[in-house]
């Protein structure tokens, strides 16, 4: 049975109990005060406070969710945040300013539980001082002991030591106990640039996950990140993500709704090779097979897909780090990489599965003249060696995005960038 | 009405509905199994699962905490972390091998209500690499870029930059804004020590707060800091920390219930000299006043307090860096600044008021000659300066306080030291 509401595009039927089954969108319109609705969606807060629990409920029609306020009265399972549940109840005005409606709970099924700590990552302090150069590029921080050092020894640590550029390394040596871990802290690069997108110092949340066997399942928790974290801000920190939409970018609200609400697109780096060869645009840097993504070319990836996050995978074998795991594919030569282009910001996640096969990883670091510094890497693969991957996300790029900023740096509060350390 | 219980010393009585009220450590040891027993003490824990609240609840007379399990459809109020409650209910043996009993809640009351956000701390990343050099101290380490620079520029920041010693002056920075603030990140110093409690890379903990006037308040914030943080630790991580008070370190577990058993000593640095002069110990290094404290007298102030934590306030103010507040007495002068030393590791945690009056401060400054360098400091005594203080704690040196290890370098994943950065 269909009802048709005025304004309303939503459809309605009843279901048990003469109750009304409306999206959360249409609940938040107010159209329904009064009644008695159902609602189906997705925990996204719970709070719990003298005599009532406080939980959100999204069901992806509106980026805003549903208060449902629950007695304890109730007679009725507690939902715990990520479940999917159906909660009747009566339509009310809201005394909190905040929300214009809220649900009073008279019925809360669980349809489908969540016990977060299946996902569950255990955060690891990597250090930010290491011997190691993980990327093999020349854009490093030495670091030295302004102190004179024994006559014997000309470094602190006895060897040259640097700013770590990522904790990846030491993620997957701890990835082999504790099977998916992650970090977040401060990485650097020397990079001579004065660019809207690059900083000296910067945060990043990487992750490693033992037992991972395609780049689709590292697009997969690249994605859910994305989102979770995405929408916990949203709901969590509303005050301040709102100071930024409504007073500083208005009209990005909408940019990150959107990209809310499709599956993300992935293409293989051919993919994007043959859509930038057959653009009309008229790129600086070259197009051709084998030749790293630009910027320009990441904007034009982005916008060819609807302006929405794209996955980039099985770059160029000889584009990536000695730890890219080997597509062993022909004619092309590609590696299990892939890259998270977003709008406006460009690159904003980069992960591979990495090279398990010791006698692979082994002629790699051979022929690059690398074997005895990485001895300790190779033994990894030769001990209880598994097929694992992971990624990083710079986490300013991410709040750029998220909040519509042009320049990273204006979303950290001491910048640190070449030319520049003040304070 | 007295109940004498055999084994059991504690005091109980009958309170309302013919429940028996009973100490934690009384309900835990199984002596009322089947009873109608009441409990009062501070949550420590809520966890909601299908059709129960789950919480944990201490009252001091014993570090395990008692489970409740409250069904949705107790006609109660639901306890946030950190309230204080009485709970009547029937004892239970539990199903759960990791606590023997249970308490099954027919009533519960909140006797106090804890709303965290009033204690709230905003989380900000300082800086890992600054132009600054906050303790005055030569144990630094210097960055630079591995690529050659501009022939005019010969650093990649255009002026010396070094790795942080501490993130204290950005957080007084951002405490002129958010009141509450702190940091957990990386540290540095460039010590060329083996000791088996300091690191190259270490983490801390720094809290700055606004309109703080006395070292009571900060006492009060670090203790209570220490406490909280350790109750959490040994009821949320319960298996992590067995295992070392099990297998690693047989007996600390009641070195730690002692700990947290009285409130922390508070003796000057006067008072502390005192000590350390009529104790009949061998020091190596002197005791007069105006002395720091070298480990040994650290030691010797534990032990002479119980072997339990004490803050030590008030120290010289020439031992003291240019930002700790003048305390202006006569003929001692000393500054408002506070130790916490604690069994086992000594300093734990280090703060002080800050000299918030412009004029102590640009003379001190200016006495050091780094009233150039740190205008930029002194400005923020020009412009809405409010009395503050802080403190820092180191976290390695509170893990090993907490789980009782001798040497730093075995509570962090990858160790940095002198002549020490493997991997």
């Known amino acids: 049975m269909f009802l048709s509401t005025h304004g309303l595009t939503g459809i309605r039927y009843y279901c048990k109990n003469t109750s009304t089954k409306v999206r959360i969108s249409e609940a938040l319109s107010g159209a329904s005060l009064g009644a008695d609705v ?21 069901d992806g029609s509106s980026l805003q969710s549903l208060q449902v306020i629950a007695s304890s009265n109730l007679n009725s399972t507690l939902p715990t945040y990520g479940s999917a549940v159906e909660v009747r109840g009566i339509l009310k005005k809201s005394p909190h300013p905040k929300q214009p409606f809220e649900l009073e709970a008279k019925e809360i099924e669980i349809v489908g539980e969540c016990n977060p700590v299946e996902h569950g990552f255990v955060q690891i302090h990597t250090p930010v001082i290491t011997s190691n150069d993980c990327e093999g590029a020349g854009e490093l921080f030495q670091v030295e002991s302004t102190c004179p050092q024994d006559s014997e020894d000309h470094n602190f640590f006895s060897v040259p030591a640097y700013l770590t550029v990522s904790g990846q390394l030491h ?45 689709e399942d590292l697009t997969k928790v690249m994605e859910d990140m994305f989102r979770s974290v995405t929408e916990l801000v949203l709901t969590q920190c509303a005050e301040d993500v709102d100071l930024f939409h409504k007073h500083v970018t208005p009209g990005h609200r909408e940019n990150v709704e959107a990209m809310l609400k499709k599956k993300f697109t992935i293409i293989s780096y051919s993919d994007a090779i043959d859509i930038l060869k057959r653009s009309s645009e008229d790129f600086v840097f070259p197009t051709d097979w084998g030749c790293d993504l ?56 980069g992960g591979s599965l990495r090279e398990e096969r010791l006698d692979l990883l082994m ?61």
Chains 1, 2 share one sequence.
């Open 38 to 58: 159902t609602v189906q969606g997705w925990v996204r807060s719970v709070r719990s406070q003298k005599e009532n629990l406080f939980f959100h409920v999204n």
């Open 294 to 349: 630009q910027t320009e070319h990441e904007k034009y990836l982005v916008k060819h897909c609807g302006n929405l996050p794209v996955f980039v995978t099985d770059y160029p074998y000889d584009l990536k780090p000695f730890y890219a795991r080997d597509n062993q594919d022909h004619p092309q030569h590609t590696a299990a990489a892939v890259d998270l282009l977003v709008p406006g910001v460009g690159e904003l996640c």
């Open 363 to 423: 002629a790699r670091l051979e022929a690059a003249g690398l074997k005895d510094t990485y001895s300790w890497y190779l033994d990894l693969r030769r001990f209880g060696s598994v097929p694992h991957g992971g990624f990083g996300m710079g986490f300013e790029r991410y709040l750029q995005c998220l909040l519509g900023i042009d320049n990273i740096k204006d979303v950290i509060p001491f910048p640190r960038f070449s030319h520049s350390c003040l304070l």
């Open 171 to 215: 993620l997957e040596v701890i990835s082999g106990a504790f099977s998916r871990v992650y970090t977040f802290g401060p990485t650097f690069r020397a990079e001579n640039s004065q660019s809207r997108r690059h900083l000296a110092e910067f945060y990043m949340v990487e992750a490693e996950m033992s037992f991972t066997q395609s780049v």
